[in-house]
């Protein structure tokens, strides 16, 4: 009995036994938050009727807050999921007659009976604006009352202990997991062009961003109406100026990450990072599971010094090879006398010598921030520890909260996001951590928790349930990257799938050790990409390498992202809202595909292959490709699109990641083949940088975002942005089947970069990659004449070339393909730079290039399969060998480029005559491996 007495007098200590603290928030050296948002409403948008019982705010011309109260009083505190309404108001009309009120913007026109409750009869809005895809919106009662029917769905809390499951939010609105509600919020747009976000049950915060007393909204109700028709990109804009940033995390979050539930220690962090080195893999962010601590308790808070008796030095060591740390966090058990800093938290908080524990506590802002501040700063100051993985999943109750909106997801993301500016660190903060419902996508990355089993299904269900997740802007989902030793194909495509992901991270939830390493056959998870058959292996590395080479460009997303509220996964839908194929994907892997940022398409295969013969697997996958031009990254294809209905089935090899670039655009890279090591390479600054100029189009531009990748200068504008523009000039019009496509006589591309951080280069070197480009007669940087090197792969082969150089290169890493390079070394990064390409003749055009990089490939892999059993047409004969000239065919090009351009000429154009006499070829041949190098060439240049 006096023990419970103790408990009970402790928990009421530390304000356990409240449902919000009566003590205030400390404010640190600032508020948490790393933006001064504004709850309350500018008064010049503000209507309120005459009988003072509702309250609209025009947020924007197509966006309104109205709420209904019956004691004249609204809620101006901020909430979970609104965070600002102090916007410009926008051009509005507003007039009340015959008991009518009514609202008029640009956009849309909002009419409200005076006086009654909100109700179907008494509040309506129409549309003003004619075409947008919104027409009309009528309040309905109840909970699901205003959700559009064709809502198109948003998050939930994670895929934990879940398999394919509805995002249907009142689908799923009875499921519980870890004692949890999954979160499940609705999209903030619907096919219909409208959305309602009802923030009536959200709780309120002061302004110390902490819990405000009473915690719960006090209006009535308190909707926002998003009525941007099918604006998909205008709703989210708009949601992220009230609901808040995504905030920019540190480059490194962009690259590679290693995780895995074992038991690590000291040496093991060296033999991992040395496995990656050694093969040439890329590596940035290594994830300690939760085994990094004593085993008294599932929490813990203290490095288990039989793994690592010198816990910083190990960490240390980690840091010296570039990588970035975060640990695996359990805080339910809070904080115990075994941890190291349990004394320095106790003294403190002023309890008695006798205390053996500090409860979890997430009421009481005085101990949630000493825990922050002095058991996590301790890893963080002394241990080198970066950011947390904070592995919630003991209920939505616990720490002293009431659950549902107040739960403890959402709040330790909220806390640890915002410690190192509370602090007045300008370090930015990053979690991986599970989705806690509206608002959460303020603090990034997300974790979708153990994935509950490695099928094809569930990995088909992953893209759909990230695309979604931008819906209420949390498309950097992190998932599980792991596989079967059963089926390598699986983990193949899984970590191919990670790899144009929103977070790229292997682990696995503990399959990958246990009991099943003493089976026979051995059927233990696989979680290190090289511990597949050697054709896998050669996928894995291939995919991660794709994810490295485009570290700026997704690192550009992320400041997309705080900019606008875009994931870098989106929807179809987002730039096809018309199409009725933009919305055919579903959660059963039809149409996996979704643009990666502005100007990529990834269609990652979510579906089992064929296995033919001896020789490998082959999978069939239908692409629905929107209207424009695009240029096939496998193939080099060239597509010009003009109706809403056109898919492209193709069957793609192990090694494939189906993708499409825009046509026409800049993308931006990391040269990765001039680095002698990729470990740490994500946080490194961009010494040598590369762009890749898409066929398609006579011009084009991209602006790359740069800044130090780690700090919150960039809120201060300590920033650069690097514009590259392009134009083909003296075009001539080359015939295609759709439409004409313009090849320029002379290519014009520019380069210059305005603004500065600490740490930016005062010089640098610059790739720029041309595939199916024309070789140049002639090249020039700034007016200096460059020289064609027909080694020039070799010369910047893991190191920054000595000179300027072009030359033409066959490139498989990095989806690069066939086609021109330049590079320029030693670039002053403060003055312009101009680059000229001036076109050989004859001129190679578009459709000339288009295909021909796909044919090359194909035919290199075929005739390697046919190699196996010395069965390639004319290997052993003076017979045809129209594969073997074929697949020699990229090199001779490389040649031709710099040497003999007619020649380079009709070699191009006898390709798809090649292509099909080696297609003839192979077909009366009667190994097993035929069939494999048979559907290898079948659609080669499609």
Same mark, same amino acid.
């Given at each position: ?28 050296q ?18 309120? &009727? ?74 309506s ?13 009528t ?9 559009a ?12 202990e ?7 939010c009142?689908e799923?609105?009875s499921?519980?997991v870890?004692?949890e ?5 609705w ?21 110390n ?37 995504t ?8 690259g590679v990450?290693?995780?895995?539930w ?9 033999k ?12 940035d ?27 910083a ?14 640990l ?6 809070g ?6 800093m349990?004394p ?58 009431e ?49 509950s ?28 990257i ?64 794709t ?36 919305y ?26 064929t ?8 999978t ?11 240029y096939?990254?496998?193939s ?56 890749k ?21 960039y ?14 000039s ?58 064609f ?9 893991r190191t920054?070339? &000595? ?21 320029m ?21 578009d459709?000339?290039?288009s295909?021909v990089?796909g044919?090359?490939?194909?035919a290199i892999w ?29 090199e001779?090009?490389a ?9 380079f000429?009709?070699?191009v ?17 009667h ?11 079948a659609?080669?240049?499609?």
């Open positions: 009995m006096a023990s419970r007495v103790a408990t009970v007098a402790l928990l009421a200590m530390l304000g356990l036994c409240a449902a919000a603290s009566t003590r205030p928030a400390p404010k640190g600032f508020r948490p938050s790393l933006i001064d948002y504004n709850p309350l409403p500018n008064p010049e948008a503000v209507v309120m &009727p005459s009988t003072k019982t509702a309250r609209f705010t025009v947020l924007t011309d197509r966006l309104i807050r109205m709420e209904y109260s019956n004691v004249g009083s609204f809620e101006d505190r901020a909430t979970l999921a609104v965070m600002q309404r102090n916007l410009p108001a926008p051009a509005f009309t507003q007039s009340e007659s015959g008991g009518v009120l009514t609202i008029t913007t640009d956009a849309v026109k909002l009419t409200y009976t005076v006086g009654q409750p909100f109700s179907s009869t008494s509040l809005v129409t549309a003003v604006a004619q075409n947008t895809g919104f027409t009309q919106w309040y309905q009662p109840g909970p699901a009352g205003n959700v029917p064709d809502n198109l769905l948003g998050t939930i809390k994670s895929l934990d879940l398999g394919v499951i509805s995002l249907n009142t799923n609105n499921t519980i870890h004692s509600v999954l979160h499940c919020e999209a903030l747009m619907s096919r219909s062009g409208w959305a309602i976000y009802d923030d009536t049950p959200n709780v309120c915060l002061d302004e961003d902490w819990w405000s007393t009473p915690l719960h909204n006090t209006d009535v109700a308190d909707l926002y109406g998003f009525f941007h028709g099918l604006d998909y990109k205008g709703a989210i804009y708009d949601y992220q100026l009230i609901g808040g940033k905030i920019m995390v540190p480059r490194y979050a962009s990450w290693w995780s895995r074992f038991d690590i220690n000291n040496y093991d962090l060296t991992i990072v040395d496995d990656y080195d050694s093969r040439g893999l890329p590596l962010t290594f994830v300690i599971d939760m085994d990094w601590h004593t085993k008294d308790n599932w929490s813990g808070f203290t490095f288990d010094t039989h793994l690592f008796p010198f816990p030095d190990s960490m240390a060591w980690l840091k010296a090879n570039g990588l970035h740390i975060t695996n966090l359990h805080d339910a058990s904080v115990n006398n075994w941890d190291a349990f320095a938290l106790v003294r403190y908080l002023g309890l008695p010598n006798s205390t053996t524990v500090v409860p979890f506590n997430l009421v009481n802002s005085t101990v949630a921030y000493a825990v922050e501040d002095i058991v996590l700063g301790d890893l963080i100051n002394n241990k080198h520890i970066d950011f947390w993985w904070i592995d919630w999943q003991q209920g939505g109750a616990m720490g002293g909260l659950g549902y909106k107040q739960n403890p997801t959402i709040w330790t993301d909220h806390i640890r996001c915002t410690d190192r500016h509370r602090n007045g660190d300008p370090t930015r903060a990053m979690v991986l951590a599970r989705w806690g419902g509206m608002g959460n996508h303020r603090y990034q990355v997300g974790f979708s928790g153990d994935v089993e490695l099928s094809w299904a569930n990995l088909a269900f992953q893209p759909y349930f990230s695309w979604t997740g931008s819906n209420v802007l949390y498309g950097f989902w992190s998932h599980d792991e596989g079967p030793a059963t089926d390598p194909e699986l983990y193949t495509r899984w970590l191919q799938w990670g790899a144009v992901s929103g977070v790229m991270r292997s682990h696995d939830r503990g399959m990958s050790g246990g009991g099943c390493a003493n089976d026979n056959p051995y059927d233990c998870s696989v979680v290190e990409p090289w511990n597949v058959p050697n054709t896998n292996f050669e996928a894995h590395r291939l995919a991660l390498l994810r490295e080479t485009l570290l700026p460009y997704i690192y550009n997303a992320h400041r997309q992202a705080f900019d606008t509220g875009l994931s870098i996964i989106r929807p179809m839908y987002y730039d096809s809202p018309a199409a009725d194929m933009a055919a994907g579903d959660e059963n892997g039809n149409y996996a595909q979704y643009m990666f940022g502005d100007d990529i398409l990834f269609a990652p295969v979510v579906s089992a292959g296995q033919l013969g001896p020789s490998g697997i082959i069939e996958k239908t692409v629905w490709i929107p209207q424009g031009v695009w096939d990254a496998n080099g294809a060239l597509l010009t699109i003009t109706d809403d209905y056109t898919a492209v089935t193709k069957n793609y090899a192990l090694n494939e990641i189906p993708a499409y670039y825009r046509g026409g655009a800049v993308i931006p890279f990391v040269p990765l083949a001039s680095f002698a090591s990729l470990i740490g390479l994500a946080m490194q600054q961009y010494t040598f940088l590369g762009f100029i898409v066929p398609g189009a006579d011009s084009g531009e991209t602006v790359l975002y740069e800044d130090d990748g780690a700090t919150t200068g809120l201060a504008g300590q920033y650069v942005t690097t514009t590259v523009q392009y134009v083909k003296g075009s001539q019009d080359v015939s295609t089947t759709v439409q004409d496509v313009k090849s320029g006589s002379q290519i014009t591309v520019t380069i210059s970069s305005n603004g500065t951080y600490p740490g930016f280069p005062s010089s640098r070197a610059y790739q720029l990659r041309l595939p199916n480009g024309a070789p140049p007669s002639a090249v020039t940087v700034n007016g200096q004449s460059v020289a090197n027909r080694f020039g792969a070799v010369a910047n082969k920054v070339p &000595p000179t300027n150089q072009w030359y033409y290169d066959l490139s498989l890493q990095g989806m690069h393909g066939l086609g021109v390079v330049v590079d070394v030693g670039v002053s990064t403060s003055q312009p730079i101009k680059i000229v390409l001036e076109l050989a003749t004859p001129t190679v055009s459709s000339d290039m295909g990089y044919a090359v490939m194909r075929a005739k390697y399969n046919l190699d196996q059993d010395r069965s390639t047409p004319g290997s052993s004969s003076d017979g045809n060998a129209y594969l073997s000239v074929l697949a020699s065919t990229g001779a090009l040649y031709l480029a710099g040497n003999d351009v007619a020649t000429y009709s070699t154009q006898g390709v798809p005559t090649l292509l099909k006499n080696a297609i003839s070829d192979i077909s009366t041949d190994s097993p491996r035929t069939p494999y190098s048979q559907a290898l060439l659609n080669a240049m499609a």
